[in-house]
């Protein structure tokens, strides 16, 4: 069973971590909702009026929303990005803000974007907002014309980030590269953490090099960008499932796992031996980063509406076999996050 259950993994990060996160040894961490106040009763009575004022102040702190805002917004398209967020006209002092530099942005995205893309302002912006164990991740994008909602989440997933609802928003139509750089910031903040920096240089390469993939393959008329995307999200699965971490077997697991996704998803995605490398370079930081399976059982909760309510164990064994590339292409198309906390909990007492 626990060979069936690593079949579930498929991204993410999500990139898709509440148990649920891709570790590291600096794991970003939980929702901590105020501080404990478990020695209370060895203050004085005044103390442990301030204490439990102090934690009340901090549950609401942390209830707020994030907002993490490019710095070089004017004030009309930041009116314009509060705007599209749902904003307009919104004190966002009642926020927590934290804001992205385009010094960032060179110093996170020069590896992998030249400079002149870059460019001299930082724009993205990023809404988040803490959602209940086991939500997952929802992403949604206005303004964004070039990273998808699903590069985003698997990004998001590889960064270890898990139950929140994320907006990505330009003042005007930009990539929102840099966007991910804000989503983090403000998770991090959300979560009392510092920035993990490994973690970041991890999902930006994976998002650039999902984009720069759906650039090619559409050029070639091979795949669509969902198509590269569930390919990721796939490739992720093999190499945690077959717990890889040389470079070596992990080139090699990419090249069976392209052949595996085409036959099984009736795909023709056909990628150069650069390409293959950079994907294999790619899984190896993510390897490095260490992968949590139980996050991404969520992911399997279509299934459950495919085989209807009187399924058995053998079912779901069959299932997931049949269906693993599904599995990866839901956790991009994020199929799982109406179903419900009861259909994850029923995967994972299968699987746990």
């Known amino acids: 069973m626990k060979k069936l259950a690593v079949l579930m993994m498929a991204g993410i990060l999500v990139f898709t971590p509440t148990a649920s996160t891709f570790a590291s040894s600096t794991d970003v961490q939980t929702v901590t909702w105020g501080d404990s106040t478990e020695n209370a009763s060895e203050q004085s009575t005044e103390q442990a009026a301030e204490a439990q004022t102090s934690d009340s102040s901090s549950t609401t702190e942390k209830s707020k929303p994030y907002l993490a805002l490019g710095a070089d917004l004017s004030a009309s398209q930041q009116a314009t990005v509060l705007s599209l967020m749902g904003l307009s006209g919104t004190d966002i002092s009642n926020y927590n803000v934290v804001y992205v530099t385009n010094a960032e942005e060179h110093q996170y995205l020069g590896s992998y974007i030249s400079s002149s893309v870059i460019g001299t302002k930082s724009l993205s912006s990023v809404l988040v907002r803490p959602a209940e164990s086991g939500h997952g991740i929802n992403v949604t994008t206005a303004n964004i014309n070039y990273c998808t909602e699903g590069m985003y989440k698997n990004a998001l997933l590889t960064a270890g980030v898990e139950d929140a609802d994320i907006m990505v928003v330009g003042p005007t139509s930009i990539s929102g590269t840099a966007a991910l750089i804000g989503a983090l910031k403000a998770y991090a903040e ?20 999902t984009g720069q993939l ?37 080139k090699a697991a990419v090249k069976e796992a392209i052949k595996d996704y085409n036959s099984e998803h009736g795909t023709s995605i056909s990628l ?53 590339v599904k599995v990866a292409t839901a956790v991009v198309k994020s199929f799982f996050v109406s179903v419900g906390n009861a259909i994850a909990g029923f995967f994972k007492s299968i699987f746990g």
């Open 190 to 209: 959300m979560t009392d953490t510092t920035v993990n920096t490994e973690a970041l240089d991890t999902s930006l390469n994976e998002l650039v090099t």
């Open 214 to 250: 759906e650039e090619a393959a559409a050029a070639a008329n091979s795949a669509s960008k969902e198509d590269i995307e569930a390919l990721i999200a796939f490739i992720k699965a093999e190499i945690a499932k077959r717990d890889l971490s040389d470079a070596d077997s992990i």
């Open 272 to 324: 150069d031996e650069d390409e293959i490398q950079q994907i294999a370079d790619l899984m190896v930081k993510i390897s490095d980063l260490g992968l949590d399976y139980n996050t991404l059982l969520d992911q399997a909760a279509d299934l459950y509406e495919e085989l209807g309510g009187n399924i058995t164990g053998e079912d779901i064994a069959n299932a997931l076999e049949k269906n693993k």
